[in-house]
C-alpha cells in the first residue's frame, strides 16, 4: 500500500518515543513498516548527553527500509555532543517525512551517553 496523500487525511495523531542508546551499535529510532498506510512527520528529534563529563558522538541515519534495514543516509554524521547538553537534529523548520517501509536510527560513539528523543505526527 502507498503512504496516504496527505491532502485527505482522515486522522493525525501527535506521538512522541524516546530511545537510549545503551551500546555502540545502531538503534532504531522511529521505523515505518512497510504496509502500515501512514506517513509519519518527523517534527523534531534530538539526543541529549547525560554524562556529566564526556562528549559523545552521534549519528543519525535516514534507513531505506524499515526497522533500520537497507541503506542508510546520514542525516549527521559523528558529531559530538558536549556533556550535560542537547543537539537538535531535526526542528519544525526542517521536519522530514518518513513514508512506508523507512526508519530512523542512531549510532552513539559510547554507550549509555545519549538519549534521543523524537516528536512525531502519524498521518494516515
Do not use: C, H, W
Request: cysteine-free; hydrophobic content about 45%; glycine content about 6%.
Amino acid at each position: 500500500m502507498a503512504a496516504p496523500n496527505i491532502v485527505n487525511v482522515t486522522t493525525i495523531t501527535g506521538k512522541s518515543a524516546t530511545v537510549d542508546l545503551s551500546s555502540t551499535a545502531a538503534t532504531a529510532v522511529l521505523s515505518n513498516a512497510a504496509s502500515s498506510g501512514k506517513v509519519f512527520k518527523v517534527n523534531s528529534l534530538v539526543v541529549a548527553n547525560v554524562d556529566g563529563s564526556v562528549a559523545a558522538d552521534i549519528t543519525i541515519g535516514f534507513y531505506s527500509q524499515d526497522d533500520i534495514g537497507g541503506t542508510a543516509t546520514e542525516i549527521v554524521s559523528t558529531v559530538s555532543v558536549p556533556a550535560d547538553a542537547s543537539l537538535v537534529v531535526i526542528d519544525k523548520n526542517s521536519f522530514l517525512y518518513l513514508e512506508e517501509d523507512r526508519s530512523l536510527g542512531a549510532t552513539a560513539g559510547a554507550a549509555n551517553d545519549l538519549k534521543v528523543v523524537v516528536s512525531y505526527e502519524e498521518i494516515s
